[in-house]
């Protein structure tokens, strides 16, 4: 889908542009331009970017066919822009990571994504309900896209947050197969979102405080702005990852003394029943040919002590066992 977004320097807006129409709406230097690339074949989008752009073809190659980590480059009359939004499944705990490929100039902004970005579609709906936004220059825009993209960010960190309360209380409560496995899927998640982040986080600086011609002097605060969350998001993404590792330790730490007291009620009923067991097989054995006449130890008395032996047995053993602090 290629679509487009023009403000002239008469104040008319127009979203319905050729390609004829674009190369007149380049040379307007007091206007506004935001062309749109979603999910365009490349065929489609190296003319534009080629011939009506002129950008240099390293930059459209990275754009068009390789992935990067966020980064800046500064072509001098344009500024070419990598940047990674976030789409959110938290129910399956799996953030994707969305290229998104931005060429930044003095009157336009081009950007090129294959997948569709919430941040972009808020953004581009943002400025077509409230112009001022575009009359505030192409910087400003670049500043809403990127504080968006933060704002996603820290929507996805407290998620990951509340899934982490959610496995505690599971652990505390009684522990499932697979809790260890939603443990290590956020592990892996808050990981590679680190990854993203970081180097985001330094190219939010590099706006704020290079002496970049692409942004105003007057519009750095905000870039500054957006740095600050990012320098607040990375410190909560490492918060969040101690709290991964803490999570883990702590099932590891209830399945063992889960394990521990089931050893111990085991032990508890071979000790009770150890006594049991003698004292039946021992007046089990069975004679061939007795020496003397057994018919004290087979009648009813015999059998009554026996019984009460039986009995009494365990019950003392469990309270010696209590008395001795072992259950």
């Avoid at 050729?18 to 040379?27: G, Q, R, S, V």
């Avoid at 001098?76 to 953030?95: R, S, T, W």
């Avoid at 049991?276 to 020496?291: A, E, H, K, R, V």
């Amino acid at each position: 889908m290629l679509r487009m977004i023009y403000l002239s320097s008469d104040g008319k807006l127009r979203a319905d542009l050729d390609k004829i129409d674009l190369a007149f709406a380049l040379h307007d230097t007091a206007g506004f331009l935001w062309v749109d690339f979603e999910g365009e074949p490349k065929e489609a989008c190296q003319p534009v970017l080629l011939n009506t752009f002129g950008f240099h073809p390293l930059a459209v190659d990275d754009a068009l066919e390789e992935s990067h980590v966020p980064k800046l480059d500064d072509w001098g009359e344009y500024l070419y822009i990598v940047m990674h939004a976030a789409a959110i499944q938290p129910d399956k705990f799996y953030v994707e990571s969305l290229e998104m490929d931005i060429f930044l100039g003095r009157n336009y902004i081009v950007t090129h994504h294959d997948q569709p970005i919430e941040s972009i579609n808020h953004i581009w709906t943002l400025v077509q309900r409230d112009p001022h936004h575009i009359k505030d220059g192409v910087d400003h825009v670049m500043y809403l896209l990127t504080d968006d993209i933060a704002t996603h960010y820290m929507d996805l960190v407290e998620i990951f947050d509340d899934h982490i309360d959610e496995i505690e209380a599971e652990i505390f409560d009684r522990p499932k197969r697979d809790t260890v496995e939603k443990i290590f899927a956020i592990k892996r998640r808050v990981l590679y979102m680190r990854r993203i982040v970081a180097p985001q986080r330094e190219l939010l600086n590099r706006l704020a405080r290079d002496d970049i011609e692409m942004i105003d002097a007057k519009d750095r605060v905000y870039f500054r702005d957006v740095y600050d969350h990012y320098v607040r998001l990375y410190d909560i993404i490492e918060g969040v990852r101690d709290l991964v590792s803490g999570t883990l330790d702590t099932y590891l730490s209830v399945t063992n003394n889960r394990m521990n007291d089931i050893m111990k009620t085991l032990t508890v009923i071979t000790t009770l029943f150890m006594p049991i067991s003698f004292l039946s097989g021992f007046f089990g054995m069975n004679f061939f040919q007795p020496s003397y006449p057994l018919d004290i130890w087979t009648g009813m008395p015999a059998f009554l002590i026996s019984l009460g032996i039986f009995i009494l047995t365990p019950v003392v053993m469990i309270l010696w066992i209590r008395r001795r602090g072992w259950m």
